[in-house]
């Protein structure tokens, strides 16, 4: 059954006390397994901001001051999102030391008390590949943990498989969409929190032996629709 296989591993979720990061780690405790929580947000996780050294250190310490392995690390908090025409330097370093350092790190951190066969998910984005304007904070951060997946894969190389997800519009909230919102997504509908944990948990798997490095986007179809202003309805206003 799929709850026993993940029955006493131990699963880091960075930024898990909402939305995605929540779901993730709910679905890993709804399996049995011993998760822990690290979040800015108060609660009865562990509390702290992952952009500082001495906190991801500490963090580090308390897991393994119960244990002596780790068998999953879901890096998932969530970058500041700010554009270039008010991103100062110090917002553009924080967002990625949320982003790419902070994972790096903790992995590093951990390295050597991961099981064989250990998994480790990056959380990144479709603005890994496709941008709006006045995001560069948020989709430098994530175009760069997509990359950290690869090079930690190959690094980690039988040790760990090291995969990352590219959610598209994720509604943590679960609303329900009607309309334009819906159907301008090709599998008509709009993401929730459930669509990245479902990944997660396959990825996670021993059903996902063979995939490492890799980049999953899962984005309801969005970032293969080819938009052209006059083409199937699409009108191009500025």
Known sequence: MIADIFKDKVVIVTG????????????????????????????????????????????????????????????????????????????????????????????????????????????????????QPQTESYTAAKGGIAALTHALAVSLSGKARVNSISPGWIDTAYTVYEGPDATQQPAGRVGNPMDIAHMVLFLCSDKAGFITGENICIDGGMTKQMIYHGDCGWKLEK
């Open 16 to 131: 898990g006390a909402n939305g995605i990061g929540r779901c993730i780690a709910d679905e890993f405790r709804s399996r049995e397994a011993v998760v822990y929580v690290i979040d800015k947000q108060e609660g009865e996780h562990f509390v702290g901001d992952i952009s500082k050294k001495e906190v991801l250190e500490a963090f580090a310490a308390e897991v393994l001051s119960k244990h002596d392995k780790v068998d999953i690390i879901v890096n998932n908090a969530l970058p500041l999102m700010k554009g270039i025409d008010e991103c100062s330097y110090e917002e553009f370093q924080y967002a990625l030391s949320v982003g790419v350092t902070a994972p790096f790190y903790l992995v590093k951190l951990l390295k050597n008390h991961l099981v064989d066969g250990a998994s480790i998910i990056n959380i990144s984005s479709s603005r890994d590949r496709m941008s």
